[in-house]
């Protein structure tokens, strides 16, 4: 099938199947360490790439070459690899990129272990440098990003305060440098939003969220073009082993028939969800890109088709009154992963993005009052209240009333 003929609805069930000689239509789940050769010529010639075909499941499997293929499909790219985890594809681009010597230019608004990839823990360690830039004016990043920068990377929106980013515009800065720009988009699946076709060189996914979308199993991608996922990050990664497993692939596959619908879904019910609580006096402000507060709605709304299933909020009071109102809750799950089906709720400053000494000073935006909340896929919000009263279970002072 050709890609460009179909919508992202069909490719996420059709693109990138393979079938055995055995025909089957679900696609399968080839669960196997390596993969026999009729010679010892065709062992050589597979091992060396001379010939196609499947080798050791570290590298070369039909069941991850399957999800490969359907997020390439559905991000517009050439070609995907897939990797263990997020954050491993996130530490893959920068190690095969980036030597003693470059620099990386970053958003202070990352995730929290992206900041300790980059910085001084793990890429400072090999001689790399790390500019964070604590803001999403295009003139802070023009200034950032200069000659000798190797990569530029962010998400938008970002984890967790939602701040969303030019894509285009910063595209074009790296693009003048020579340096690879990558987006991280998690939050939004290229059902949303496509930052390849907005100018961004490289996609990263943590297949573990939405992809997924029943916190299953872990997994992570990077999405570009050939030569930078087939060479570049597949010779690394060939040696360095932080591959997808055959059975997480199957599982992710599965789950991204329906990533479609859940998206959307999620998205009417968070904006429903953060206008509720933008109205709460005991709030001080929502981070959604969608709500018509977000100081970069406009920008939103022409990069993406929905605000997303996540959005965050600052209690009045701080820390204290933010762990009331996590606590109180019922219904939502107070966990640290989101793009499950369920509600999940967590304040993020004292986990998920919990940062070391050096590096809490890159999170200043992000205050102690700040919870994040991903939304359920369900239409309860309108139909029956539930999130809402959960969450309104967590202002005692207000008698537990639903405004």
Same mark, same amino acid.
């Given at each position: 099938?050709?890609?460009?003929?179909?919508?992202?609805?069909?490719?996420?069930?059709?693109?990138?199947?393979?079938?055995?000689? *055995?025909? $089957?239509?679900?696609?399968?789940?080839? %669960?196997? &360490?390596?993969?026999?050769?009729?010679? /010892? !010529? @065709? =062992?050589? #010639?597979?091992?060396?790439?001379?010939?196609?075909?499947?080798?050791?499941?570290?590298?070369?499997?039909?069941?991850?070459?399957?999800?490969?293929?359907?997020?390439?499909?559905?991000?517009?790219?050439?070609?995907?690899?897939?990797?263990?985890?997020?954050?491993?594809?996130?530490?893959?681009?920068?190690?095969?990129?980036?030597?003693?010597?470059?620099?990386?230019?970053?958003?202070?608004?990352?995730?929290?272990?992206?900041?300790?990839?980059?910085?001084?823990?793990?890429?400072?360690?090999?001689?790399?440098?790390?500019?964070?830039?604590?803001?999403?004016?295009?003139?802070?990043?023009?200034?950032?990003?200069?000659?000798?920068?190797?990569?530029? *990377?962010? $998400?938008?929106?970002?984890?967790?305060? %939602?701040? &969303?980013?030019?894509?285009?515009?910063? /595209? !074009? @800065? =790296?693009? #003048?440098?020579?340096?690879?720009?990558?987006?991280?988009?998690?939050?939004?699946?290229?059902?949303?939003?496509?930052?390849?076709?907005?100018?961004?060189?490289?996609?990263?996914?943590?297949?573990?969220?939405?992809?997924?979308?029943?916190?299953?199993?872990?997994?992570?991608?990077?999405?570009?073009?050939?030569?930078?996922?087939?060479?570049?990050?597949?010779?690394?990664?060939?040696?360095?082993?932080?591959?997808?497993?055959?059975?997480?692939?199957?599982?992710?596959?599965?789950?991204?028939?329906?990533?479609?619908?859940?998206?959307?879904?999620?998205?009417?019910?968070?904006?429903?969800?953060?206008?509720?609580?933008?109205?709460?006096?005991?709030?001080?402000?929502?981070?959604?890109?969608?709500?018509?507060?977000?100081?970069?709605?406009?920008?939103?709304?022409?990069?993406?088709?929905?605000?997303?299933?996540?959005?965050?909020?600052?209690?009045?009071?701080?820390?204290?009154?933010?762990?009331?109102?996590?606590?109180?809750?019922?219904?939502?799950?107070?966990?640290?992963?989101?793009?499950?089906?369920?509600?999940?709720?967590?304040?993020?400053?004292?986990?998920?993005?919990?940062?070391?000494?050096?590096?809490?000073?890159?999170?200043?935006?992000?205050?102690?009052?700040?919870?994040?909340?991903?939304?359920?896929?369900?239409?309860?919000?309108?139909?029956?209240?539930?999130?809402?009263?959960?969450?309104?279970?967590?202002?005692?002072?207000?008698?537990?009333?639903?405004?």
């Amino acid at each position: 099938m050709n890609d460009h003929d179909y919508s992202v609805d069909t490719l996420a069930i059709r693109a990138g199947g393979l079938r055995s000689p *055995f025909n $089957e239509h679900s696609e399968a789940l080839f %669960a196997t &360490v390596s993969f026999v050769h009729e010679s /010892a !010529e @065709m =062992a050589a #010639k597979r091992f060396t790439g001379e010939e196609p075909g499947y080798i050791y499941s570290r590298f070369t499997n039909p069941t991850v070459d399957m999800f490969e293929r359907r997020l390439a499909a559905m991000e517009g790219a050439e070609a995907a690899i897939a990797t263990s985890t997020g954050m491993a594809a996130i530490s893959t681009l920068a190690m095969t990129l980036c030597s003693a010597g470059d620099h990386i230019v970053t958003s202070g608004s990352v995730f929290g272990s992206t900041l300790n990839v980059f910085g001084a823990p793990v890429m400072g360690k090999f001689g790399v440098t790390c500019e964070v830039v604590n803001s999403t004016g295009l003139d802070a990043w023009a200034k950032a990003i200069r000659p000798g920068t190797k990569l530029v *990377f962010l $998400e938008t929106p970002s984890n967790p305060m %939602a701040d &969303v980013f030019d894509i285009a515009a910063i /595209a !074009e @800065m =790296a693009r #003048k440098v020579g340096a690879t720009f990558a987006v991280d988009n998690c939050f939004c699946t290229p059902v949303l939003q496509r930052p390849l076709a907005l100018g961004a060189d490289v996609v990263i996914h943590s297949a573990s969220k939405h992809l997924d979308g029943q916190g299953r199993v872990m997994g992570g991608a990077i999405v570009g073009t050939k030569e930078m996922c087939r060479e570049r990050v597949y010779n690394f990664l060939r040696t360095t082993g932080a591959s997808l497993a055959p059975f997480n692939a199957w599982v992710i596959l599965k789950g991204m028939e329906t990533l479609p619908i859940r998206m959307r879904a999620h998205s009417e019910n968070a904006l429903a969800l953060a206008e509720w609580l933008a109205a709460h006096p005991k709030v001080a402000n929502v981070n959604y890109p969608f709500l018509a507060s977000h100081p970069s709605v406009a920008l939103a709304k022409r990069q993406q088709s929905g605000g997303g299933a996540v959005l965050s909020f600052n209690v009045k009071g701080g820390k204290t009154e933010a762990w009331k109102v996590v606590d109180a809750v019922k219904i939502m799950s107070i966990t640290g992963n989101l793009g499950d089906v369920k509600t999940t709720i967590t304040h993020p400053a004292t986990t998920t993005n919990q940062l070391p000494p050096h590096a809490q000073q890159q999170l200043a935006a992000q205050t102690a009052g700040t919870i994040q909340l991903d939304n359920r896929l369900l239409k309860q919000l309108r139909e029956s209240g539930l999130q809402v009263e959960d969450l309104a279970a967590g202002f005692p002072e207000l008698g537990g009333k639903i405004l």
